[in-house]
């Protein structure tokens, strides 16, 4: 079992930009491949982005394409994303999750532990 732990949600304008990080401990994020994911009210949890345990391969809901990224430094423990162009409809909870099995899954049931979220929220 690994930690997460979120931060850098916030109020920002649309057309702003944020950054995520997830700090892990309990375990090396190496170990894991690591994915985003968010929940706005009335919503289910909704995939955003997902990357390998090198940070080789990545990929992205379609609705974030072009202006999130996400990263990780597996030497500080940290996976990041980098949100730009935000629009008002990004407005929800953030979470991070590490899946401990090699295949890349983009569902949350597929994934074993889960930071407790950050708030985002895009002011039009």
């Known amino acids: 079992q690994v930690q997460l732990v979120e931060s850098g949600g916030g109020l920002v304008q649309a057309g702003g930009s944020l950054r995520l990080s997830c700090a892990a401990s309990?375990?090396?994020?190496?170990?894991?491949?690591m994915g985003w994911f968010r929940q706005a009210p009335g919503r289910e949890r909704e995939f955003i982005a997902v990357?390998?345990?090198?940070?080789?391969?990545?990929n992205y809901a379609e609705s974030v394409k072009g202006r999130f990224t996400i990263s990780r430094d597996n030497a500080k423990n940290t996976v990041y994303l980098q949100m730009n162009s935000l629009k008002p409809e990004d407005t929800a909870v953030y979470y991070c999750?590490?899946?401990?099995?090699?295949?890349?899954?983009?569902?949350?049931?597929?994934?074993?532990?889960w930071g407790q979220g950050t708030q985002v929220t895009v002011s039009s």
């Open positions: 999750a590490a899946d401990r099995w090699p295949q890349i899954h983009t569902t949350p049931g597929s994934f074993d532990d």
């Open positions: 309990g375990r090396t994020v190496s170990s894991y491949n």
């Open positions: 990357i390998s345990r090198n940070g080789g391969y990545a």
